[in-house]
C-alpha cells in the first residue's frame, strides 16, 4: 500500500482533500490509482490511516471513506547521523538512504574539508523533498528530522550532548571494528540515542579528529580495510546500528560467540 505524509491536521481530522497536488498528481498520473483503491496516510509523527480514493479528476484525487486513527510506538532505538556535507549527488543519495533505514534525525555538518559549501542554518527545499519522499517510499510512520547544516564545533557539541553512545568512523590505527563496539554497548542502543558521525571526502583535518574523540562517549570505529565514500559509511554504520537495536534479546553477545554459534 502506498503511502503519503500529510499535515497533522488533515490526518486527526480526515480532510478529503489531504493530499498536496504534488502527491494527487503522483496518484493519477504514475500510479493510475481509481476510486476504491485505498492508500495509508501518515503525519510522520507516529500516527497513521487508511483512506480509500472516492473520485479522481484532472484537477484533484478526494478521499474517503477513512480507517480509523493509528498511534504506531516510537522506534526502538534514536539513532541521530552526523553527516559531513558531501557533494551534491552524494548528499542527496545519503539523505535519501538514510531516511528509508529510519535515522531519526540528520545532522549535515560544516567541517573544515567540506567541498559542497552550504551557509549555517541553511536547510536545501531539495533536501526537504528527497527526505519526504524517501519516508513515503520506506512505508514508516515515523520521518527524519532534518537539522540545518550545522557548523562543526556545534555538532560536536551536539554528539557530546547526545545521551547516548556516538560512533565515529576513524581511519586512525587502533580504531575499534564497528561490530565489536556495537556489541560491546548493545543495552545502549535500545531504546536511547546513539549517534553515528561520518567525516567528509578529505576526512577529519587533524584537529578536528582531536577535538572529536577528545569528547567522552565518542567512540573510533573502522568499517574494515577499505576506505569508504562517506554516503557509503553512512549507509553501512546506520544500518549496522538499526539491524542491532532491532534483533531479539539473547542473540549473539559477542563476534566470537557468533563465530562459535555459526561453526556448531
Request: contains cysteine; aromatic residues 4%; glycine residues 10%.
Amino acid at each position: 500500500m502506498n503511502t503519503f505524509k500529510v499535515s497533522p491536521a488533515a490526518l486527526e481530522n480526515a480532510a478529503p482533500d489531504a493530499l498536496g497536488r504534488d502527491d494527487e498528481r503522483h496518484l493519477r498520473d504514475v500510479l493510475r490509482i481509481r476510486p476504491g483503491e485505498k492508500i495509508r496516510l501518515s503525519d510522520g509523527r507516529g500516527r497513521i490511516r487508511e483512506a480509500e480514493v472516492a473520485e479522481v479528476s484532472r484537477r484533484s484525487v478526494a478521499l474517503g471513506p477513512f480507517g480509523p486513527l493509528v498511534e504506531l510506538p516510537p522506534p526502538p532505538s534514536r539513532a541521530v547521523l552526523f553527516a559531513c556535507v558531501a557533494k551534491p549527488a552524494r548528499m542527496d543519495w545519503l539523505l535519501e538512504k538514510a531516511c528509508e533505514l529510519g535515522a531519526a534525525k540528520i545532522v549535515p555538518v560544516l567541517s573544515s574539508r567540506v567541498v559542497s559549501k552550504h551557509a549555517p542554518g541553511e536547510t536545501p527545499q531539495r533536501w526537504l523533498r528527497i527526505a519526504d519522499s524517501a519516508f513515503c517510499q520506506s512505508g514508516g510512520g515515523w520521518a527524519t528530522e532534518l537539522a540545518p547544516c550545522t557548523p562543526w564545533k556545534d555538532a560536536v557539541a551536539a554528539a557530546a550532548s547526545l545521551g547516548g553512545p556516538v560512533f565515529a568512523g576513524s581511519l586512525l590505527p587502533g580504531a575499534v571494528p564497528l561490530g565489536e563496539a556495537l556489541l560491546a554497548r548493545r543495552d545502549a542502543l535500545r531504546g536511547g540515542p546513539v549517534g553515528w558521525f561520518v567525516g567528509p571526502e578529505g576526512d577529519f583535518s587533524p584537529e578536528e579528529t582531536e577535538e572529536l574523540f577528545a569528547v567522552p562517549g565518542v567512540v573510533p570505529v573502522t568499517l574494515g580495510p577499505r576506505v569508504l565514500r562517506v554516503e557509503t559509511a553512512a549507509a553501512c554504520g546506520l544500518s549496522a546500528i538499526l539491524c542491532l537495536a532491532l534483533a531479539p534479546e539473547g542473540g549473539a553477545e559477542s563476534p566470537k560467540a557468533a563465530d562459535a554459534q555459526g561453526r556448531t
